[in-house]
């Protein structure tokens, strides 16, 4: 998919605008000098395994003809910043896999592209190593201004680091937008499926009058279930609950079951709805 | 019946032999390596495609790797005489010894680069590589290893080649084991004419893999 963006696999049909320019119809040379400012990294990391970290990263210095010196102090510079420069000398075989996923960083920066492609760039690495490199990305994306353009279907690292989603499924579009509203409110039944079975296994058993609530940064940090129990004197069971940290705010969901009296299970819905909480009615599953 | 003549002509022979291994090696060298290279990169599924001259190299590769290397070196005489202006001696022996070998070592280098792992060359292409670029910067530097242990195997077949070349005088030790070996019963200048042949190949065999373990990386 990714690949289409810089057109290493031809569309078959429709355009890739980069920056306004149409470069599905341009020349093969012209559409090279175009991915020098196209960045992109891979899953598995694609690093010359015969040249050192350092002259990995002089690579495409010397595709796009850059003289010497030029090259050899950005490519100080790049090692610096991705955190590795006592690694200049080392060859890939040599370098763990977060460490080759640095040096394809650094490389894919080389060029100061505008925007930089990751094709499942963390999907080979362990989640702590994920988070390290999630947070460079993040870092170069506000220090550099680069447009960081991430494929991956771990939900999680759109969660963590991305501003904009859009979930594909079956070839097209399902949903895009804000991830906070993504996440907030899925409207898809594919993103509902993404989002909601990220990392576990979703409400189990869903009985009749059972509602999906979801807060948002405001109501998160408000007991605001404790305080309806006590207010409607409605009893609630809780099927499931879960807090995420999107961009900054907190936000939650909570799959409760309201009694079967239709009369308080009203009260508690309306409760919530005025204290501007999302209820809905879920069906029999979700997750 | 063993003299200082016939020290001579051993060194001699095995200089002969050398020159032969080593000169049609090279030469092979510069027909192969390209024709490889083009037989890798204007496959269908390579960085050029170009149907019909991936499909013109395959089948005269075959061809020529499928002439016993006997007929050939007969079946080449005229040509040879055009080029080298006689039809005995090493120089000679050096143009159907090119004529067997380039192919083979084009099947050689075309196995090396397809070792080379895509995810690499696609990389290198995402970065705004010409084709050309691919080849000299990735496809040949990536496959060295592989490549150097190729050659090791071509000039230790070429050697045997050049042996072959013997029985139409064609110079060299090989010429030295038929004359006095074959025609004259001589063991004991077979057994030393084998003996170095099989030296050569050994040194040549061991010097290539020392080679190519130096320069991989990827372990």
């Not at chain 2, 080029?83 to 004529?99: C, D, K, Y």
Request: net charge neutral; charged share 20%.
């Amino acid at each position: 998919m990714v690949r289409c963006i810089n057109l290493l696999e031809k569309p078959t049909s429709g355009s890739v605008f980069i920056d306004g320019q149409d470069i599905s119809k341009i020349t093969e040379k012209e559409l090279r000098t175009v991915r020098y400012s196209v960045g992109m990294i891979f899953q598995q990391f694609n690093l010359l395994m015969q040249r050192t970290a350092e002259k990995n990263i002089l690579f495409p210095l010397e595709i796009a003809g850059v003289d010497k010196e030029t090259a050899k102090k950005r490519t100080a510079e790049l090692l610096e910043l991705v955190g590795l420069p006592d690694k200049a000398k080392a060859y890939p075989a040599q370098l763990s896999g977060g460490q080759k996923q640095r040096i394809a960083i650094a490389r894919a920066l080389a060029n100061n592209p505008k925007i930089l492609l990751c094709d499942e760039a963390t999907s080979a690495l362990d989640p702590s190593t994920t988070n390290s490199i999630l947070k460079l990305l993040k870092e170069i994306n506000l220090k550099l201004g680069i447009t960081i353009v991430i494929i991956t279907h771990e939900m999680s690292v759109v969660e963590q680091i991305c501003s904009h989603v859009a979930i594909i499924d079956k070839s097209r579009i399902a949903e895009d937008g804000e991830v906070e509203d993504i996440f907030r409110n899925p409207k898809t039944e594919i993103a509902k499926k993404m989002i909601f079975s990220e990392g576990d296994q979703g409400p189990v058993a869903m009985g009749k009058n059972t509602y999906r609530i979801v807060f948002d940064e405001k109501s998160s940090s408000d007991s605001v279930i404790a305080k309806m129990i006590l207010e409607t004197k409605c009893l609630v069971n809780i099927l499931h609950a879960d807090m995420k940290n999107i961009d900054g705010f907190a936000f939650g969901q909570m799959v409760i079951q309201l009694p079967e009296d239709e009369l308080s299970a009203a009260r508690a819905v309306n409760y919530l709805r005025s204290h501007q909480i999302t209820v809905e009615e879920v069906g029999i599953h979700v997750g | 019946m063993w003299d200082s003549s016939m020290t001579a002509l051993i060194v001699q022979g095995t200089f002969e032999t050398l020159y032969m291994t080593l000169a049609s090696t090279l030469l092979a060298y510069l027909i192969g390596l390209p024709m490889g290279v083009l037989l890798v990169t204007s496959d269908s599924e390579g960085i050029v495609p170009m149907k019909v001259l991936n499909q013109v190299l395959n089948i005269v590769v075959n061809i020529t790797r499928s002439i016993p290397f006997l007929i050939l070196l007969i079946a080449v005489i005229p040509l040879t005489r055009l080029i080298t202006g006689t039809t005995i001696g090493s120089t000679a022996t050096i143009v159907p010894l090119v004529i067997a070998a380039a192919p083979f070592i084009a099947r050689l280098v075309e196995s090396s680069i397809k070792e080379v792992d895509y995810g690499i060359i696609e990389a290198s292409l995402s970065m705004g590589s010409s084709p050309m670029q691919v080849v000299t910067k990735v496809m040949i530097p990536e496959a060295k290893p592989s490549l150097i242990i190729g050659a090791a195997i071509a000039t230790t077949t070429i050697l045997g080649y050049s042996a072959m070349a013997g029985i139409v005088g064609g110079g060299g030790l090989g010429d030295i084991a038929i004359r006095f070996g074959y025609y004259r019963y001589e063991t004991g200048m077979m057994v030393i004419t084998v003996v170095l042949l099989v030296l050569i190949v050994q040194l040549f065999q061991e010097v290539g893999m020392k080679i190519a373990q130096k320069q991989d990386r990827r372990k």
